[in-house]
C-alpha cells in the first residue's frame, strides 16, 4: 500500500514563502509522475504541478509560473514544493499525488496524501 505523507504547511502572510515535503513510502516500482494537486473551498481540486519520474519538464499551473518549484529528491522518496511570493488565492488544501498512468487528469490520480494546509494571509 503507498503511503503518501505532506507536512510544511501552514500561516503566512502575503509574499511570504513555504516548503510543502511529501514522504512517500510502500511503492516498489516506477511511478510515472508525482505532482501537488490543491483544493479551496468551494471550488474543484486542482492541478499546481507535477513532474515525470522519467524526466522532460515539470507542469506548472499559470497562476504559480515562476513563484513555486517542485522538485524530489530519489534518494530520500520525498517531493518538494517551494513556494515563494505566496498570494492570499493560494490558500488552499495542499495535496500530493502519484499516479502509473498520468497527473493532467485527476481521475488517473491513482494516490493521494492526506493533505496539509496552506492559509495565506493578505
Known amino acids: 500500500q503507498v503511503q503518501l505523507v505532506e507536512s510544511g504547511g501552514g500561516s503566512v502572510q502575503a509574499g511570504g514563502s513555504l516548503r510543502l515535503s511529501c514522504a512517500a513510502s510502500?511503492?516498489?516500482?516506477?511511478?510515472?509522475?508525482m505532482g501537488w494537486f490543491r483544493q479551496a473551498p468551494g471550488k474543484e481540486r486542482e492541478g499546481v504541478a507535477y513532474?515525470?519520474?522519467?524526466?522532460?519538464?515539470?507542469y506548472y499551473a499559470d497562476s504559480v509560473k515562476g513563484r513555486f518549484t517542485i522538485s524530489q529528491d530519489n534518494a530520500k522518496n520525498t517531493l518538494y514544493l517551494q513556494m515563494n511570493s505566496l498570494k492570499a488565492e493560494d490558500t488552499a488544501m495542499y495535496y500530493c499525488?502519484?499516479?502509473?498512468?498520468?497527473?493532467?487528469?485527476?481521475?488517473?490520480?491513482?494516490?493521494w496524501g492526506q493533505g496539509t494546509q496552506v492559509t495565506v494571509s493578505s
Open positions: 499525488a502519484t499516479s502509473d498512468k498520468g497527473c493532467y487528469y485527476l481521475d488517473d490520480i491513482r494516490y
Open positions: 510502500g511503492y516498489t516500482y516506477s511511478r510515472y509522475c
Open positions: 513532474l515525470y519520474t522519467s524526466g522532460g519538464s515539470p
